[in-house]
């Protein structure tokens, strides 16, 4: 079965950075779609990065300059580095894989941002 594993969140001050990384399994990796998703208390859920087989990126224009999406096809990881972290990135954040519309999605894991 699908399974997709994130981790790296924690609790980080303002300014400070943190790497989350997303293991999956059950999947061709390589020919996914890959995003990170977040979803702040009493919000909807929201793209923040999303990176394509090939490698192209897109971001939300609230995170640009400051997160970067990558990903490693021979570790089947997808990975977030977020840089200059504001409170108003306190999130659950959750992987998604896509292929042919058919979404999967990890557990989360919470980051929080203390100001």
Known sequence: QVQLVESGGG????????RLSCAASGIIFSLNHMGWYRQALGNQRELVAAISPGG????????????TISRDNAKNTVYLQMNSLKPEDTAVYYCNARRYMVDNWGQG???TVSS
């Open 56 to 67: 192209s990126t897109n971001y939300a224009d609230s995170v640009k300059g400051r997160f």
């Open 11 to 18: 609790l980080v001050q303002a300014g400070g950075s943190l």
């Open 109 to 111: 894991t919470q980051v």
